[in-house]
């Protein structure tokens, strides 16, 4: 069973950066694409951004591309979510998630395990 807690998450201001990492254990980490997703109140859950297992493809919604990077260190089994020039509207609860498959994908019933979420508030 693999485990994923996310870590990282906070109140910032407009403009301001956060970078929420995400540990994992219980499985083997370097064979999994690892994503993040959020989810704001009263909205349906969404992507945010993947990456496969060894880093060589990376996708972004394009909400957040050119602003939030995605990055994973295999040998600490983490990968993080640099954000950067935040919004308001990036305000929600922040989740990472496995893919046993290791294909990257944008669609959330592909990945097998999910963290607890980290919360992210940006004020105006």
């Known amino acids: 069973q693999v485990q994923l807690v996310e870590s990282g998450g906070g109140l910032v201001q407009a403009g301001d950066s956060l970078r929420l990492s995400c540990a994992a254990s219980?499985?083997?980490?370097?064979?999994?694409?690892m994503g993040w997703f959020r989810q704001a109140p009263g909205k349906e859950r969404e992507f945010v951004g993947c990456i496969t297992r060894s880093g060589g493809s990376i996708m972004y919604a394009d909400s957040v591309k050119a602003r939030f990077t995605i990055s994973r260190d295999n040998a600490k089994n983490t990968v993080a979510l640099q954000m950067n020039s935040l919004k308001p509207e990036d305000t929600a609860l922040y989740y990472c998630?496995?893919?046993?498959?290791?294909?990257?994908?944008?669609?959330?019933?592909?990945?097998?395990?999910w963290g607890q979420g980290s919360q992210v508030t940006v004020s105006s």
């Open positions: 998630a496995a893919d046993t498959s290791a294909l990257p994908s944008r669609r959330g019933e592909r990945y097998d395990y």
């Open positions: 219980g499985g083997t980490f370097s064979t999994y694409t």
